[in-house]
């Protein structure tokens, strides 16, 4: 069974960095790209980024380049999603998920449960 | 563009035929993809590469692209398929994607 696990809640202070993670299993890690996906409260999803863990080649949409960075452990399954410098605007739930296909056509076919990052001073 | 433009609300009375429509250029030459999200729960993908239904998902649902907009349309709507819908494609670049804004589908 396809199973993404994320690490859980974290409550930061803006300026303080972050890093959470996404566990894979029961498929091939690094034969599949694994992105992440943003939500903020009450609002509509937005795609961050993506990597595919066989060499760790990250894509990321315009909005979100340079502001946070996607990495991967392909020893223990794991991706990654990081800021050094945390806002406000940064609170949401974070989803990763698994894309079955490459570019242009990433979908993703598995979620992870999400991980709620409240930023607040 | 990157953009994809969904209604923000549909409502339908059970039984009858949802159609939640999606406009973008992009999608003149690229796939979409529709997902279904419930409150507090991941988003689940309900259709692959404009028309494609994924294992699991029930023959209700179906899509359809005629060049600038993609349809997914839910025929003998259920109480269940309350939720919030959002398509996904390509972005301009081809190396990322983007989504839609999303609808809320009411069942009445």
């Known amino acids: 069974e396809v199973q993404l696990v994320q690490s859980g809640a974290e409550v930061k202070k803006p300026g303080e960095s972050l890093k959470i993670s996404c566990r894979s299993s029961?498929?091939?890690?690094?034969?599949?790209?694994i992105g992440w996906v943003r939500q903020r409260p009450g609002k509509g999803l937005e795609w961050m980024g993506i990597?595919?863990?066989?060499?760790?080649?990250?894509k990321y949409h315009p909005s979100f380049q340079g502001q946070v960075t996607i990495s991967a452990d392909r020893s223990i399954a794991t991706a990654y999603l990081q800021w050094s410098s945390l806002k406000a605007s940064d609170t949401a739930m974070y989803y990763c998920?698994?894309?079955?296909?490459?570019?242009?056509?990433?979908?993703?076919?598995?979620w992870g449960q999400g991980s709620l990052v409240t930023v607040s001073s | 563009s990157d953009e994809l433009t969904q209604p923000p609300s549909v409502s339908v009375s059970p039984g009858q035929t949802a159609t939640i429509t999606c406009s973008g250029n992009?999608?003149?030459?690229?796939?979409a993809f529709w997902y279904q999200q419930k409150p507090g729960q991941a988003p689940l993908v309900v259709m692959s590469k404009d028309s494609e239904r994924p294992s699991g998902i029930p023959e209700r649902f179906s899509g359809f692209n005629s060049g600038t907009t993609v349809t997914l349309t839910i025929s003998g709507v259920q109480a269940e398929d309350e939720a919030d819908y959002y398509c996904q494609s390509a972005g301009r670049s081809g190396t990322y994607s983007v989504f839609g804004g999303g609808t809320k589908l009411t069942v009445l």
């Open positions: 990597i595919w863990p066989g060499d760790s080649d990250t």
């Open positions: 992009v999608l003149l030459n690229q796939y």
């Open positions: 029961g498929y091939t890690f690094t034969n599949y790209w």
């Open positions: 998920a698994r894309s079955p296909l490459g570019p242009p056509n990433f979908y993703f076919d598995h």
